[in-house]
């Protein structure tokens, strides 16, 4: 048999008159016991009121913004006999009994509800989550949804975040693909814990930079490719102490042609030679992800470095064209892109890419293939050292090569092959004519 009960105001301590800032039911709303119907804040706590027991919500008697205190009748609820689990403290049968509610004990991820401010200002380390202005309700949601508060944009009072902000959040994070932000994609896709949020200022004095408009895009899109592909970096050094005498005898005939020849157009065209026979590292997987697509074209995508971030221009059939037209097309290709006048086409087409750090100096590094391409080379600065000739150590220019690839089309051997062949090629172009 049905009976209608008044639910009550706990014992909340000393507070008396505290706002109520969310009610989380309405009439006919079906709860069931502990469920959350109404969140107090106090200036030292907020707080959530659970159901007692289970039932329908018949009638309200507090609304947002209403200040109430110990005893208050917040809603009455209609219980039926077999919902109400803790009908021993309150008979079932007796109706208009006032039930005084108790907020359950806490859970080990969440604060005690009553004694521990949950909306003060977040020591130091603590998460964006936990300095979010949000209700426990909203806090345990999105926690069950992945959500990192500190990404949510709270449009309740005091920027509040409400339930309603955390669903349009998680709907706009679906629409979008995935990751709009460091913590929150990865929150949603991995359940990894939330980012750290940290107040920087008070530990020194800081100075904010907004993001450059090509590292809002590349950012993104470099997480996608590092997240999504299963990485190998594969690292050899080649010597390219007779390529560089060459290089150098051919400086005065570049130079009439207004071009500068560096080490890495001879680097591209010994890449199409190893793409040649290994022609994976050619590809592209088929979006069903069971099939591999095979190019029969050599379009070179080379990072550049400009002063906005990173951009990776293409240079169209690098097989079919010498050195020093590579060079001449390597130099206007990063100059329009130091002067941000790249288009789109000039970024489209690749089939592998070179990141090329040699100008700049370091070792090894991990480049990151550039989707939907399995495979990129890195660069890096040559280094005379002692190599051992089989009788004696002799000085060679050493070039460190990184060579990255996606282990779900390449594997490890293949890709020891690719670089041992490439670095031969490098150390002996003659290679490239075979
Ligand atoms: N070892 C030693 N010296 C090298 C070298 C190497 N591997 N590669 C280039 N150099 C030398 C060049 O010969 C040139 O020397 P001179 O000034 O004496 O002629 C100097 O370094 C500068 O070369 P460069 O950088 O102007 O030309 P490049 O053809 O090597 O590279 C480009 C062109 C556009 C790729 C390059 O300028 C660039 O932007 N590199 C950065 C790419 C990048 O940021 N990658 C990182 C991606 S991951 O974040």
Known sequence: ?????????????????????????????????????????????????????????????????????????????????????????????????KVAVTPPPPTPEEPPKAASPQTATPAPGRSGSAAAHASPGVRRFARELGVDL??????????????????????????????PAPSAGAGLALGLPAWPVVNFEKFGPIEKQAMSRIRKISGPALHRNWVHIPHITQTDETDITELEAFRKSMAKEAEKLKVKLTPLVFIMKAVVAALKQFPD????????????????????GVAVDTPGGLVVPVVRDVDQKGVLQLAAEL????????????????????????????????????????????????????????????????????????????????????????????????????????
């Open 331 to 434: 130099g206007t290709l990063s100059a329009k892109a130091r002067d941000g006048k790249l288009s789109p086409a000039d970024m489209q087409g690749g089939t592998f890419s070179i990141s090329s750090l040699g100008g700049i100096g370091g070792g090894h590094f991990t480049p990151i293939v550039n989707a939907p391409e399995v495979a990129i080379l890195g660069v890096s600065r040559s280094v005379t050292k002692p190599v051992w000739d089989g009788t004696t150590f002799q000085p060679r220019l050493m070039l460190p090569l990184s060579l990255s690839y996606d282990h779900r089309v390449i594997d490890g051997a293949q890709g020891a092959r690719f670089i041992t062949y490439l670095s031969a090629v490098i150390s002996d172009m003659r290679r490239a004519l075979l």
């Open 150 to 179: 500190a990404q949510v944009t709270g449009s309740g009072p005091k920027n509040r975040i409400l339930k309603e902000d955390v669903q349009s959040f998680v709907k706009n994070v679906m629409r979008d693909g995935g990751a």
């Open 1 to 97: 048999m049905a009976s209608l009960k008044d639910v009550l105001v706990p014992d909340i301590g000393d507070f008396k008159d505290i706002p109520v800032i969310e009610v989380l039911v309405k009439p006919g709303d079906k709860v069931s016991p502990e469920e959350s119907l109404i969140t107090l804040e106090s200036d030292k706590a907020t707080m959530e009121v659970p159901a007692p027991f289970g039932g329908t919500i018949k009638q309200m008697n507090v609304k947002v913004g209403d200040k109430i205190s110990e005893g208050t009748v917040i809603l009455s609820i209609e219980s039926s006999d077999d919902a109400t689990p803790v009908a021993a403290a309150s008979p079932a049968s007796e109706p208009d009994k």
């Open 281 to 300: 590292f050619n590809s592209s997987l088929a979006p069903e992800g069971d099939a591999l697509i095979i190019k029969r074209y050599y379009h070179i």
